[in-house]
């Protein structure tokens, strides 16, 4: 199966170059899912702004949001979300166990309301 070329900065049209900037310099690196979205930089734009919002600016606290994606990245399979946001998530204070429990599929013990929601 043929794969999405990666582009670099200089492919894109000079209108674009700046979505290609923004995404780096709010992830240090144009990885991940990016690669193959940047054939549309418009949409990896789009996404983009979406992923930024979820991840620094939301309501919700920190701690939650990276067990709501540790979550989501094991219930998907997901093992490129998982390696991102399983640190993420230990960083936030997301108790070890937790972290076991959701990686291997299993209740986690003593959790408080907030962990369980």
Same mark, same amino acid.
């Given at each position: 199966?043929?794969?999405? =070329?990666?582009?670099?900065?200089?492919?894109?049209?000079?209108?674009?170059? =700046?979505?290609?900037?923004?995404?780096?310099?709010?992830? $240090?690196?144009?990885?991940?899912?990016?690669?193959?979205?940047?054939?549309?930089?418009?949409?990896?734009?789009?996404?983009?702004?979406? $992923?930024?919002?979820?991840?620094?600016?939301?309501?919700? =606290?920190?701690?939650?949001?990276?067990?709501?994606?540790?979550?989501?990245?094991?219930?998907?399979?997901?093992?490129?979300?998982?390696?991102?946001?399983?640190?993420?998530?230990?960083?936030? $204070?997301?108790?070890?166990?937790?972290?076991?429990?959701?990686?291997?599929?299993?209740?986690?013990?003593?959790?408080?309301?907030?962990?369980?929601?």
């Amino acid at each position: 199966m043929a794969r999405l =070329p990666t582009i670099q900065r200089e492919q894109l049209a000079p209108e674009q170059q =700046p979505f290609y900037d923004a995404i780096a310099q709010s992830r $240090g690196t144009i990885s991940g899912p990016f690669t193959a979205l940047l054939n549309s930089p418009d949409l990896a734009a789009r996404v983009a702004g979406v $992923g930024a919002y979820i991840r620094f600016e939301s309501m919700l =606290p920190l701690k939650v949001r990276t067990l709501a994606a540790i979550c989501a990245a094991r219930e998907l399979d997901c093992q490129y979300e998982w390696a991102a946001w399983a640190p993420q998530a230990q960083a936030a $204070g997301v108790r070890d166990e937790i972290i076991a429990a959701v990686r291997d599929r299993r209740s986690a013990p003593d959790t408080t309301e907030e962990e369980s929601l």
